[in-house]
């Protein structure tokens, strides 16, 4: 089965202090994964994913598949990366069923 | 044009209504979806079209029947709905196959009573 973790409801960091939100996995094959956030008034959007191997906005997300983690880190939190911010996993190969993790709102204090 | 948009945005119906949602896309996705969201919860899947044809269905209850007209459009019929089917829907789409970004619209935002 698959199944996506993120540990933290909630997090709360100072404007440019590092950020990290913990996502662990549990699938036996192998999984994609993603970060999708939620801005304020905003629809759910893409922020990146594991394939890509890009840096958006500032943040990075490495796939370890020894401990089935795909944590998202910034070096350098800014007040406009408060938001709700869920981690996905898609791995039936051919299907394009994705699962959230709970969610973990993210608060950036001044 | 970029975005995934739905109507109505709020939807308020009684237990014995039938009503229906809609959502449309011109990016030229073959594959579409829809997902229930609770407050405070991830988005939860509940159907996804390839291709115009159904190819996921989450268990959802015959009160909800999904309907993909052509590669653009996509509903979702609603009949005998009950209180705790109030939530969020949103739709979504993507290109057909694993690994692809997916688009989300606003969603509408139903109540039953």
């Known amino acids: 089965a698959q199944r996506v973790t993120q540990p933290e409801k909630l997090l709360s960091v100072f404007k440019g202090a590092p950020v990290e939100l913990k996502c662990n996995y549990s699938y036996s094959g192998s999984p994609e994964l993603f970060w999708y956030v939620q801005y304020s008034r905003q629809r759910l959007q893409l922020l990146l994913r594991h394939i890509s191997r890009e840096s958006i906005k500032g943040f990075t997300a490495d796939l370890n598949k020894g401990e089935t983690s795909f944590h998202l880190k910034k070096p350098f939190a800014q007040e406009e990366d408060s938001a709700m911010y869920y981690c996905?996993?898609?791995?039936?190969?051919?299907?394009?069923?994705?699962?959230f993790g709970q969610g973990t709102r993210l608060t950036i204090n001044p | 044009d970029t975005e995934v948009t739905q109507t109505p945005k709020h939807l308020v119906m009684g237990m014995t209504n039938k009503k229906s949602l809609k959502c449309e896309q011109h990016m030229g996705h073959r594959a579409m979806y829809w997902y229930k969201q609770k407050a405070k919860k991830p988005p939860e899947l509940m159907f996804v079209?390839?291709?115009?044809?159904?190819?996921i269905n989450e268990s959802v209850p015959s009160r909800f029947s999904p309907e993909c007209p052509n590669s653009s459009l996509l509903n979702l019929h609603l009949h005998a709905l009950q209180p705790e089917d109030s939530a969020l829907y949103l739709c979504?789409?993507?290109?057909?196959?694993?690994?692809?970004?997916?688009?989300f619209g606003p969603g509408t935002r139903l109540t039953v009573t």
């Open positions: 979504a789409s993507s290109h057909a196959g694993t690994g692809y970004e997916q688009y």
């Open positions: 996905a996993l898609s791995g039936i190969q051919g299907a394009q069923k994705l699962v």
């Open positions: 079209y390839s291709y115009e044809k159904l190819s």
